[in-house]
């Protein structure tokens, strides 16, 4: 099978609604990884798994997955070599308690799913390293009780607490240090029993700065009184750290010397978890066990598309027995891509073991490969064409494809000029046929039509319509050519009588009406007069709107001989013709009577400088006399 099998009939979109029903992320992991298979002993055995599975959960009894999580990645760290830490124990203890109870419970089924409960034989029970796990792991730390050392350490710890708490407490109750104190209260700073002093008495009080506060008002001192004992109880810490390390490694070294065998109940639950998906599916479904073939030969009784299941119209439909190739007519959006999804879905579906919704009597063929050409591939990329794209499938399908290919073309040969398109489409599908392929193709092309109805080894099926409402029935029909319904539709739509007779007589003998009307009848259109371009005469002072740039400016001289207008925009003058302007304003409505219009394209310090000079400002005549010094500089 290939990707594009997969994509085109929607067979992850099946795969993901099975997997909705997994429990565990290693039954997840399975179902992302199945893909069909084409051995019938194989595909017995994943069927016969599920039916077993679906008559289990018909007994109303829970499965007992709580609790059994994915630890291939604690798995993974023991094999590196690394201690496992606390939540890892604990997991793993969950996982082997889940895997002595489902172990259990299936043993307990044997009598209606045998192959199942043998499944669980091959399970190995863990009680005695789950109940060291439990003895030793509690509330999410290592008990006192997990080994005799850890046990004395602690209960040294605990009275060399004591001891600091009473040291301290002294400390804080004497007069004497009463003035140094910032609060009365012992504070624990890196693992160092502190006493909170006002940091302008920190040299008063004998000890050891162990921190300050944010604002530095505060200092906490490890009083000298308690260093000897602060010191035997870090000690006492660090000997117990190394003494749960200790016990976390014995623990993880028990897990590891049955890692094989640890994994082998991981791909059993694994496997559980998926067959037991497959039956909730199929529970829903209500679906059943088809029987299985492996020469081509499908039967499907009352069938739906698994994605369509519950409101689809059930599918009857033979092939591989009596003929070989399937051609499906009929209208559009009549169903016939529905009906090449369903053939194709349904056998990959029971090829990967799931149940389907169907009618006993149904039966499957189990093939190496399915091939498929549903839909416009054009490409972008390459520059194909839709009918250049099919081609392009159907040449690689030609070269892969064997007597064990299930072929399903939509619409074969379409996409070009309809004789060639039908001519090609009967070679390719003659071609195919003697390589030994099953095909079920649709078409709307007679040829197609007629060559099947010739071929004893071809089979006409028809998508059924109702003429009288144009609504197309979405039910096959064996043995019938359908049509694609563009006169019924046509005539519904009241095209003239005469229109649709000369049509039927076109599609029967082909012989054309090519009599010449009479040039007296010919309809001369009468001369529409032209209205002259209307030019704008712009002036200076008009506001135009530069059509490119989405915005306005100032004209400052009127178009010339090539019908240029100079724009003041943005302080700059620019040339634009007359036909990339639109005027917005006309500088008389724009501006009162008599106004100075150069203004308009001086800048405010420029004309300030020409009224300063006018007015005889002898600040504007230093200025100008500075530039001019400046300039020759």
């Keep these: 099978m290939n990707d594009t099998t997969y994509e085109k009939l929607q067979y992850n979109e099946l795969k993901q609604i099975v997997k909705s029903y997994c429990v565990s992320g290693l039954g997840k992991q399975l179902i992302d990884k199945l893909k069909p298979n084409d051995n019938v002993k194989i595909v017995e055995i994943r069927l016969n798994e599920t039916t077993e599975a679906v008559a289990v959960l018909n007994t109303n009894s829970r499965v007992p997955f709580l609790g059994v999580s994915n630890i291939e990645n604690i798995m993974q760290r023991l094999e590196k070599g690394m201690i496992l830490s606390l939540e890892d124990l604990v997991n793993i203890s969950d996982f082997l308690r889940g895997c002595r109870k489902i172990k259990k419970y299936m043993l307990d089924k044997a009598f209606i ?12 029970e863990f009680q005695s390293i789950e109940e060291e796990i439990n003895f030793s792991v509690k509330g999410n730390q290592i008990d006192s009780s997990a080994s005799k050392e850890l046990k004395r350490i602690r209960t040294n710890i605990q ?58 008002s505060t200092v906490f001192i490890e009083p000298a009184v308690i260093s000897k004992l602060n010191n035997a109880l870090a000690a006492l810490k660090a000997e117990e750290q190394m003494e749960e390390y200790q016990i976390l490694a014995t623990l993880s070294g028990m897990i590891l010397e049955n890692i094989g065998q640890m994994k082998i109940n991981m791909e059993l639950i694994g496997q559980y978890d998926m067959v037991f998906a497959k039956a909730k599916y199929s529970k829903q479904i209500d679906g059943i066990e088809p029987k299985l073939n492996d020469h081509g030969y499908i039967k499907l009784v009352d069938c739906k598309h698994p994605l369509l299941s519950g409101e689809a119209v059930p599918l009857n439909l033979e092939i591989g027995d009596d003929f070989r190739s399937l051609i499906i007519t009929g209208p559009n959006a009549g169903g016939k891509t529905i009906v090449l999804k369903s053939i194709g879905l349904l056998t990959l579906a029971v090829m990967s073991g799931f149940h ?16 498929v050409d549903i839909g416009d591939n054009q490409s972008i990329d390459n520059a194909l064409s839709t009918f250049s794209s099919h081609m392009q499938n159907i040449s690689d399908i030609m070269r892969q494809a064997n007597n064990r290919s299930l072929l399903l073309f939509d619409e074969i040969g379409s996409g070009t000029e309809p004789n060639e398109g039908a001519a090609l489409a009967i070679s390719i599908l003659e071609e195919f046929y003697h390589m030994g392929c099953i095909t079920v193709a649709t078409t709307h092309y007679g040829e197609i039509k007629r060559f099947s109805e010739m071929h004893p080894d071809f089979m006409n099926a028809a998508m059924q319509f109702n003429s009288d409402t144009l609504e197309p029935l979405y039910k096959l029909i064996l043995g019938k050519s359908g049509d694609s319904n563009a006169l019924w539709i046509s005539q519904k739509m009241n095209i003239r009588e005469h229109v649709l007779q000369k049509a039927k007589d076109y599609m029967e003998n082909k012989e054309y009406n090519l009599k010449i009307i009479s040039k007296d009848k010919i309809h001369k259109p009468k001369a ?8 704008y005469g712009y002036e200076k002072g008009d506001r135009v709107k530069l059509l490119e740039k989405d915005d306005a400016g100032i004209v400052y001289q009127g178009a010339d001989n090539y019908h240029n207008v100079v724009v003041f925009y943005k302080n700059e003058f620019i040339k634009v013709n007359i036909k990339r ?39 504007a005549l230093r200025n100008i006399e500075k530039e001019i010094r400046k300039n020759r500089e």
Excluded: C, W
Aim: hydrophobic share 35%.
């Design 356 to 371: 389907i919704d169907a009618a006993k009597g149904t039966e499957i063929g189990l093939f190496e490969n399915i091939f």
């Design 159 to 216: 009275a060399a607490e004591v001891k600091v708490s009473e040291r301290l407490n002294r400390f804080l109750r004497s007069s004497v240090h009463k003035k140094y104190l910032q609060d009365t209260f012992i504070s624990k700073k890196e693992e160092r029993y502190t006493i909170p002093i006002k940091a302008a008495y920190k040299h008063h009080v004998e000890g050891t700065i162990i921190d300050t506060s944010a604002k530095g």
């Design 528 to 535: 529409v007069k032209k209205e002259p371009e209307v030019f």
């Design 113 to 124: 799913a045998p192959m199942l409960a043998s499944y669980a034989n091959s399970m190995t």
């Design 581 to 619: 302007l639109s005027l917005e304003i006309k500088a008389k409505d724009l501006y009162p009577e008599g106004y100075d219009l150069d203004a308009l394209f001086v800048d405010y310090h420029t004309r300030k400088m020409d009224y300063d000079l006018e007015r005889g400002s002898k600040k």
